[in-house]
């Protein structure tokens, strides 16, 4: 008996009961499917294990863990987007909760599967000339809280006057070691190499990144820390982990020794803003994920 099963008119959430790996596990507890039906449902995103969304075959399942599958005709409803959830929206702006593993906007190797294309979908589900329009952008592998604009003229005014629209952005960080200073400031000239990866520069001409960090608990192995963005640079956090000797947890590619969650240790919980049109202060959360909490207790 690998799983215990739940199920809803959306979805069907499966507990693992013992190791294995994500498609043997699937093609088990789905067993009135065919191998290619249940490939075709992990390459679309319809799965997620805990916390994020995963597509790879020989993702190593532990006993606890939920597997979630999103049923086919619940994703392609309005009300059902694939990785991420609407938290807010109006005639201007729509606000989502982004869950790890979905892209931000578009790459060279996917189009659709990502969020900038779903909620194109979406809006136009209502009128085919609606529109959305990217004013930040999450990594791929971080979660949390994401804004859209749903016309040019508010994509401008947000893009424009971002620094004084934006009130506050905090992130969580899962890091690697305990951190024993309880708080800091972080501050450098980011540059990026020809292979886009970002690193903090002697010299000044680079752009000026600030980050402010406090620690929420911490153990010998793991740090759970709250930061909060001074600049938005890209990579920003991410960088500035490593600088302080606390690679963010599962960033191999800024120095992270192992990745124990499946998953980037980063987390988009906050996000404050004057509202672009009628200037009311709004404020959104997304909780933080349980395995963040969880290792570093």
Same mark, same amino acid.
Do not use: C
């Given at each position: 008996?690998?799983?215990?099963?739940?199920?809803?008119?959306?979805?069907?959430?499966? =507990?693992?009961?013992?190791?294995?790996?994500?498609?043997?596990? *699937?093609?088990?507890? !789905?067993?009135?499917?065919?191998?290619?039906?249940?490939?075709?449902?992990?390459?679309?995103?319809?799965?997620?294990?805990?916390?994020? +969304?995963?597509?790879?075959?020989?993702?190593?399942?532990?006993?606890?863990?939920?597997? +979630?599958?999103?049923?086919?005709?619940?994703?392609?409803?309005?009300?059902?987007?694939?990785? !991420?959830?609407? %938290?807010?929206?109006?005639?201007? %702006?729509?606000? +989502?909760?982004?869950?790890?593993?979905?892209?931000?906007?578009?790459?060279?190797?996917?189009?659709?599967? =990502?969020?900038?294309?779903?909620? !194109?979908?979406?809006?136009?589900?209502?009128?085919?000339?609606? @529109?959305?329009?990217?004013?930040?952008?999450?990594?791929?592998? =971080?979660?949390?809280?994401?804004?859209?604009?749903?016309?040019?003229?508010?994509?401008?005014? *947000?893009?424009?006057?971002?620094?004084? +629209?934006?009130?506050? @952005?905090?992130?969580?960080?899962?890091?690697?070691?305990?951190?024993?200073?309880?708080?800091? @400031? %972080?501050?450098?000239?980011?540059?990026?190499?020809?292979?886009?990866?970002?690193?903090?520069?002697?010299?000044?001409?680079?752009?000026?990144?600030?980050?402010?960090?406090?620690?929420?608990?911490?153990?010998?192995?793991?740090? *759970?820390?709250?930061?909060? *963005?001074? =600049?938005?640079?890209?990579?920003?956090?991410?960088?500035? !982990?490593?600088?302080?000797?606390?690679?963010?947890?599962?960033?191999?590619?800024?120095?992270?020794?192992?990745?124990?969650?499946?998953?980037?240790?980063?987390?988009?919980?906050?996000?404050?803003?004057?509202?672009?049109?009628?200037?009311?202060?709004?404020?959104?959360?997304?909780?933080?994920?349980?395995?963040?909490?969880?290792?570093?207790?």
């Amino acid at each position: 008996m690998k799983s215990k099963f739940r199920s809803n008119n959306n979805s069907l959430t499966y =507990t693992v009961k013992e190791h294995t790996e994500l498609l043997p596990f *699937l093609l088990e507890v !789905m067993h009135n499917r065919s191998r290619n039906s249940v490939k075709s449902i992990l390459t679309r995103g319809q799965i997620t294990v805990d916390d994020h +969304i995963e597509t790879k075959h020989n993702y190593p399942l532990k006993p606890g863990q939920q597997v +979630i599958v999103l049923k086919n005709k619940a994703a392609i409803k309005q009300d059902q987007l694939i990785g !991420m959830s609407i %938290i807010f929206e109006d005639k201007d %702006i729509i606000v +989502i909760n982004k869950e790890a593993g979905l892209l931000s906007i578009a790459t060279k190797k996917e189009k659709q599967q =990502t969020v900038h294309h779903q909620l !194109m979908e979406y809006v136009r589900q209502q009128d085919p000339q609606n @529109r959305v329009f990217v004013v930040h952008r999450l990594d791929k592998e =971080t979660s949390g809280v994401m804004m859209f604009a749903k016309n040019e003229k508010t994509k401008r005014q *947000l893009q424009d006057k971002w620094k004084d +629209i934006v009130k506050e @952005r905090t992130y969580v960080a899962l890091v690697e070691g305990k951190v024993t200073k309880p708080s800091g @400031r %972080i501050a450098s000239w980011l540059k990026e190499t020809k292979t886009h990866l970002m690193y903090s520069s002697p010299d000044k001409n680079g752009q000026h990144a600030v980050t402010h960090y406090k620690v929420l608990q911490s153990n010998n192995e793991f740090s *759970l820390l709250e930061v909060q *963005l001074e =600049t938005g640079r890209k990579n920003q956090i991410r960088v500035h !982990m490593k600088d302080l000797g606390h690679p963010i947890v599962g960033d191999k590619k800024y120095g992270a020794n192992g990745n124990p969650i499946g998953r980037l240790g980063l987390h988009a919980k906050v996000l404050s803003f004057n509202h672009p049109t009628t200037g009311q202060l709004l404020l959104f959360k997304a909780d933080v994920p349980r395995s963040f909490y969880n290792k570093s207790k």
